[in-house]
């Protein structure tokens, strides 16, 4: 029961079933990504589910000595890596006082970020990531401020 190429390109694809997915390799190599097993094999459709179980099988057979798993697994650390940045930055936005967030928003984005020490990213995607969060959270206050 080997992984064909359809079942690789459904894998590495850019939509949420499939980072899920990836979440779940990573977990499987012992990264620290979520576990969603439960939600692939409920979610899924019949197609999906079996690329998942081939690619069970396939971990099972092979533990962790394939390489190609082991890139799409910290592919999927990074992704994970790079939501919590996110979610972080936006939580750090809702936990503000609105009137100061207006006042110190913009200047925040980037003065608050911890993936900065100095004028330099340690991380310049989880930099990214975290400015994108709190401008999401940002751009709402400030809309319904309006």
């Known amino acids: 029961m080997a992984l064909t190429v359809n079942d690789f390109r459904l894998i590495e694809s850019d939509y949420g079933y499939a980072k899920?997915?990836?979440?779940?390799?990573?977990?499987?190599?012992?990264?620290r990504t979520p576990s969603c097993l439960p939600e692939l094999?409920?979610?899924?459709?019949?197609?999906?589910?079996?690329v998942v179980m081939r690619l069970l099988q396939a971990f099972a057979e092979?533990?962790?000595?394939n390489h190609r798993l082991r890139e799409i697994a910290?592919?999927?650390?990074?992704?994970?890596?790079?939501?919590?940045a996110f979610?972080?930055?936006?939580?750090?936005?809702?936990?503000q006082p609105m009137?100061?967030?207006?006042?110190?928003?913009l200047n925040w984005r980037y003065s608050k970020n911890p993936y900065q020490t100095g004028k330099v990213a340690t991380d310049q995607?989880?930099?990214?990531?975290?400015?994108?969060?709190?401008?999401?959270?940002?751009d709402v206050a400030c809309c319904e401020a309006w």
């Open 41 to 50: 094999l409920l979610q899924g459709s019949p197609d999906e589910v079996d």
């Open 125 to 138: 995607e989880k930099f990214e990531a975290w400015s994108n969060g709190f401008k999401a959270h940002f």
């Open 99 to 105: 009137q100061m967030l207006k006042d110190h928003g």
């Open 20 to 31: 899920k997915v990836r979440y779940t390799l990573g977990h499987l190599f012992g990264l």
């Open 87 to 95: 979610e972080e930055g936006r939580q750090y936005a809702i936990k």
């Open 74 to 84: 910290e592919k999927g650390l990074r992704e994970f890596e790079l939501e919590q």
């Open 62 to 65: 092979t533990k962790t000595q």
